[in-house]
């Protein structure tokens, strides 16, 4: 009986502290709605600003005080429009929530804030990305409005119509190139940008279906479409095929660029070995598995790729 109790202390200890549960109780169930403690969405909303800043560019080092507060203005952005794009999600998916058992705890399925209070916390934080946005000009102010209220607006309904609604959010996330280029440079070179779109959006596919891997039983039986359960057996294969476009489309933006060797040996070698490690290592109906391969994307392949980047 102690050792019995003596290890679910130790599993009690051992469970990660998120921000939320440090929040006056009144206050958590807005702060679970922002997913503000689960950072790994904004991260990748973040990651395609500052991939494309150092490519606008291309002589970071001159321009470091320029880049390094425009990139803390993108995370500020990454972080708000998660948190926006999550509480409309959750007002939209609510009924599908309730069906699956990893979100029907969420504050919204739960009945802990109501759909007019999370319409109602979403203004002020709305504000504050128009804000952002028109600290730049009027270019960058349109192509922001585009990804806020279209592109995030039309994502919860990619599910219902269509088994890859990944590829929708990865189009989404993606158009952060073209936001991040025109707040940099008044004429858009659609052949990079348009490419660095076009890589994003299979590399966001590629992480969001190990994601999607968590609730593949649940979808299956509340009609929540994914590539998933779009993939089934042949998820491997499926994703070793994208990670492999993923690899290419890097290899191709450098080639454009004419960036040096060390972008290769990081940004592109260094992601080609991680997506092996990730596709030898991943197993597809393990949960845990599939979180640690989701969260190790968008942190090391991420970071791998920036580094490549600002190296190149």
């Known amino acids: 009986m102690k050792s019995t109790t003596a290890k679910t202390s130790a599993q009690k200890q051992s469970k990660p502290t998120l921000w939320a549960d440090r929040v006056p109780l009144s206050w958590k169930p807005y702060v679970q709605l922002t997913r503000i403690d689960l950072f790994a ?10 991939w494309t800043l150092p490519l606008v560019r291309r002589d970071v080092l001159s321009h470091y005080s320029q880049y390094i507060p425009q990139a803390g203005i993108w995370l500020v952005w990454s972080i708000i429009l998660h948190s926006v794009g999550s509480t409309w999600n959750d007002i939209c998916d609510v009924d599908f929530d309730r069906q699956v058992e990893r979100t029907k705890t969420r504050p919204l399925p739960s009945g802990a804030v109501s759909i007019r209070a999370a319409y109602l916390w979403m203004v002020p934080q709305i504000a504050i990305l128009m804000g952002i946005l028109f600290q730049f000009n009027i270019f960058t102010v349109q192509m922001g409005m585009v990804q806020m209220f279209v592109l995030t607006t039309i994502y919860p309904f990619a599910k219902r119509y269509t088994y890859i609604p990944q590829a929708w959010l990865g189009f989404t996330i993606g158009w952060g190139a073209i936001v991040a280029w025109s707040a940099n440079s008044d004429r858009l070179n659609w052949e990079v940008v348009g490419l660095m779109l076009a890589t994003v959006m299979i590399w966001v596919t590629y992480i969001d279906t190990f994601y999607a891997m968590l609730d593949k039983k649940d979808d299956a039986k509340a009609g929540v479409k ?3 359960l779009l993939f089934g057996d042949n998820a491997r294969a499926i994703l070793a095929f994208l990670a492999t476009l993923f690899v290419g489309g890097m290899a191709k933006i ?3 660029l004419g960036v040096n060797t060390a972008f290769y040996y990081v940004a592109v070698l260094g992601s080609a070995l991680h997506f092996l490690w ?3 290592t991943a197993d597809f109906d393990d949960p845990k598995s599939c979180m640690m391969q989701f969260n190790s994307n968008l942190k090391s392949l991420g970071g ?3 580094a490549g980047i600002l190296l190149g």
């Open 226 to 228: 994914s590539s998933a």
């Open 254 to 256: 450098g080639h454009l």
């Open 41 to 50: 969405g904004s991260l990748m909303i973040f990651w395609p600003y500052v």
């Open 304 to 306: 791998l790729t920036m």
């Open 278 to 280: 990730q596709l030898y």
